[in-house]
């Protein structure tokens, strides 16, 4: 099973793009190191990490509403799990954008109002049919794509209810979006990425993850269950937040009256 795995991670690689990305179309990204303003942790276990380079993602898709574009070449995102995509367009204009499973380089990508049910168009959810696996689906009109979009990501339209769509996710909630928000054909490529081995400790040093330690070895000033002596609590986190299944969603946020029926317990 390993050596299939690591087999079909080589072919997966042999149409990417080699050579480094559009230099305009990315920024440097400056880490943190899991510490605030202050330089308190807030975030345990990270650091490090290699240097990478922001890629700048085109999610709403509007710009070049009804022009036709060339996908020049697939790459590979530092910053995600997924694939991403560099297109071209007929004045020159180059975006990158996630790369659905099935796109390769000479397809060619639309977005539209009407148009063909094809890998790697955009369209808005009132004219996806029913039963078609989407990608890249916006919460609110205009603002771009917010779900759905790490690798082997998807969503399927269930029904529709009034100006609602209603989706179910890979999680199995159905949610309502508005007809309005617009939606990528076909799922994020790079599905076998929870099938990836890390192999070393030195490889989660290179994506900026850091030894973690048990928190009741700890002393009690660094962890809520250090000194050995938690008094039969439950887990909790570093900062003393309960964890293992406590539900972490407010009963009070707005967005909830959208949630048809949430995803089965596990």
Not at 38 to 57: E, F, L, M, N, Q
Not at 103 to 125: E, F, T
Not at 229 to 238: E, Y
Request: hydrophobic share 30%; proline share 5%; with cysteine.
């Amino acid at each position: 099973m390993i050596m299939q795995n690591r087999v079909q991670g080589k072919l997966a690689r042999i149409n990417l793009h080699r050579g480094g990305p559009i230099k305009s179309l990315c920024f440097g990204k400056t880490g943190t190191g899991g510490r605030n303003n202050t330089g308190r942790v807030t975030a345990p276990h990270r650091g490090c990490g290699a240097k990478r380079k922001i890629r700048i993602i085109d999610t709403k898709r509007s710009e070049f509403w009804g022009v036709e574009a060339t996908v020049k070449r697939l790459e590979y995102d530092p910053g995600r799990t997924g694939r991403i995509a560099l297109v071209e367009y007929p004045c020159g204009s180059q975006r990158y954008v996630l790369a659905p499973e099935g796109l390769s380089s000479g397809d060619k990508i639309v977005a539209g109002d009407k148009v063909d049910n094809k890998i790697g168009n955009v369209m808005p959810l009132r004219s996806i049919p029913q039963g078609l696996v989407i990608h890249n689906v916006e919460l609110h009109p205009g603002k771009g794509g917010q779900v759905a979009r790490s690798a082997g990501a998807y969503a399927r339209i269930a029904g529709r209810d009034g100006d609602y769509v209603i989706l179910k996710m890979r999680s199995g909630e159905l949610r309502k979006f508005s007809q309005h928000c617009l939606a990528t054909i076909g799922t994020v490529s790079n599905a076998d990425h929870s099938n990836r081995i890390i192999g070393k400790a030195g490889r989660n040093r290179w994506l900026g993850v850091r030894p973690s330690v048990r928190g009741i070895a700890k002393n009690p000033v660094d962890h809520a269950m250090g000194g050995r002596t938690n008094g039969g609590r439950a887990p909790c986190t570093w900062d003393g937040k309960v964890t293992r299944g406590r539900k972490t969603r407010s009963p009070n946020k707005l967005s909830n009256r959208l949630i048809v029926s949430r995803r089965p317990s596990a």
